[in-house]
């Protein structure tokens, strides 16, 4: 189906003027007031200047899922009905990890479930990219095949429609209500492969001395040495995890006040000295090059593990943070193409 620009974003309006679906509240990537060239998330009103065809937003999506400091006890029973449009399928491929790891048969996060019951995510293809996105290094692509409840690829001042779910077709019959939608073409499904194909050959081109194998297992088979080297610039502090769409550590803690229980939870970071540390002091990863190390085995190995998917998909956002300016690509690539010299116990 196809709808044209400009009225897919008034059914936006729409959708939280009249709480159509009981939709409150409609979040979408705003151009940064802060003078720079990226995109944050906000909530739609009459000021901002949205972009939902461009490359994914400086915040990831997982903070309106899993939020940097949240009230887990007592549950807060009023939820918010809530879309948020122009997700990026390297937000989408965290939120599917954060579903496995999350969502599952032994272990249900409430807040978190509730949250992702309560929204609808309607993705977006990427028309440009930004010069850490990295996706097609890790088996990724500029837009999404599966997971969404609606997905637009930009053709000229229409977007291509897909529903890939329930909660998509409950809302495109809504949408049918109150815009025009008009049926799609061969020729206008030719033009979406061709925007995407021409997208994912600049993120290849933009992403060609970065290439390597994907034996990951090597990594913890490098010497030590080589991840002293490689830590040498990094300062702990831990931003790279705070941005990152999979990482998912907590710290929990106990903000009771008199007659009140309550427990809240907010971010934890692995690059931070006492992340390991056990109630009797002792410290099994005290030094930099360690928890460094610790971080790029759990994104390639420990995650591909426990839920079978990478705990990287590509955003490049752990780049942009990074104040040591640590190159992430650069990173795995050259302990990628290190000699095997060293067996973990």
């Not at 059914?11 to 979040?27: A, M, R």
């Not at 993705?123 to 837009?143: F, Q, R």
Request: proline share 3%.
């Amino acid at each position: 189906m196809l709808v044209k620009v400009k009225d897919f974003f008034a059914f936006l309006y729409l959708c939280k003027e009249k709480k159509i679906l009981g939709v409150t509240q409609v979040i979408l990537p705003v151009k940064s007031k802060f003078g720079n060239d990226g995109y944050n998330l906000a909530e739609l009103d009459k000021e901002g200047e949205y972009v939902i065809d461009s490359y994914r937003a400086i915040d990831p999506v997982k903070i309106l899922f899993y939020a940097p400091r949240e009230k887990v006890y007592p549950e807060d029973e009023a939820g918010v009905k809530r879309i948020i449009a122009g997700v990026k399928d390297c937000d989408l491929r965290g939120l599917k990890l954060l579903d496995k790891a999350l969502i599952n048969e032994n272990f249900v996060d409430p807040v978190y479930k509730k949250w992702r019951d309560d929204t609808i995510v309607i993705t977006s293809d990427c028309m440009e990219i930004a010069p850490s996105c990295h996706c097609n290094l890790v088996g990724g692509k500029p837009y999404s095949e599966d997971g969404y409840d609606l997905n637009l690829s930009r053709v000229g001042d229409s977007y291509l429609v897909k529903v890939g779910s329930d909660k998509g077709e409950r809302l495109v019959g809504e949408m049918r209500r109150y815009i025009k939608v008009e049926s799609s073409s061969d020729e206008i499904e030719k033009l979406v492969e061709d925007n995407r194909a021409s997208v994912l050959k600049r993120l290849e081109e933009n992403n060609k001395d970065f290439e390597r194998g994907t034996d990951y297992e090597r990594m913890r088979e490098i010497s030590i040495e080589a991840w002293k080297e490689e830590s040498r610039d990094c300062v702990g502090c831990g931003g790279c995890n705070n941005i990152c769409p999979t990482c998912y550590c907590v710290i929990l803690n106990d903000e009771s006040k008199d007659k009140d229980f309550t427990k809240v939870r907010s971010y934890d970071s692995c690059q931070l000295t006492g992340y390991a540390r056990v109630a009797g002091g002792a410290n099994p990863r005290p030094k930099m090059y360690q928890r460094f190390r610790n971080r790029y085995l759990c994104k390639f190995l420990y995650m591909k593990y426990n839920f079978d998917l990478l705990g990287c998909t590509g955003c490049g956002r752990c780049i942009d943070v990074c104040p040591g300016e640590i190159e992430f690509r650069g990173v795995v690539k050259r302990i990628m193409e290190k000699e095997k010299s060293f067996q973990e116990a």
